[in-house]
Every structure is written in C-alpha cells, then in structure tokens.
C-alpha cells in the first residue's frame, strides 16, 4: 500500500451542511476501497492565489491517507465529476514526507492544547 496525501478546494457558495457531506463522500469512497485514513484536517476558508471559476476563495480539506495505488483513478475521477470541487491534487508521499507530516500533525496538537 502506498501512502498519499490529498488535498481538494471545495466551492465557498457550499453551506456547512454541503461541505460535511461532500468530504463524507469522499472519505467514504477512500474507506470502502481499502484506504486506511491517517489524518483529515479542515483548513477552512482560505483565499485564492488566482481566481478559479470567477470565485477569489475556497474551503480547503486535507486527506492523508494509505491505499493501493489504482483506487487514486477511481478518487480522482469522482473529484473531476463533482462540480462542488474546484481544485484538486493527490501526491504520493515518501518517506521523508511522511516524517514530515508525522512532526507537523504533532506541532498542530501542541498548538491546539496550549
């Protein structure tokens, strides 16, 4: 199993409610092809480099997660399917990445208790 990270930016018109359910959708799709779920961070509304689709910014969600590398075709042809999804970018991690994202996961707990 290979181990990815996915980042996607979902439309800002989308209430909290359509947002919850997209990224359920998702994970769901991950999680009944095999995928073990490692980490999802919620980045929020963040503004745009440049504009895509005439929108200036977008909610931001993070996967990082372990699966057999076929199931990223079937993920990522759901994400171009889906017009809630303004952007997307899947990366497979090695493993300095994956020690880097293991020390940045345990710097944003720190944070998150102090």
């Known amino acids: 199993m290979n181990h990815y990270e996915t980042v996607f930016i979902l439309n800002p018109v989308l209430s909290d409610e359509q947002i919850k359910e997209t990224v359920k959708k998702y994970e769901d799709i991950l999680v009944s092809n095999g995928a073990k779920m490692i980490a999802k961070e919620d980045w929020g ?6 504009a895509i689709q005439h929108k200036k910014s977008g909610f931001y969600h993070l ?17 171009r399917r889906d017009e809630r999804v ?29």
């Open 63 to 79: 996967f990082e997660f372990t699966v057999p590398g076929e199931v990223i075709n079937t993920l990522e042809v759901e994400f």
């Open 86 to 114: 303004m952007r997307y970018l899947t990366v497979s991690l090695d493993k300095h990445a994956i020690s880097w994202a293991e020390r940045r996961r345990a710097r944003d707990k720190q944070k998150a208790k102090a």
């Open 45 to 50: 509304l963040k503004k745009l480099a440049y």
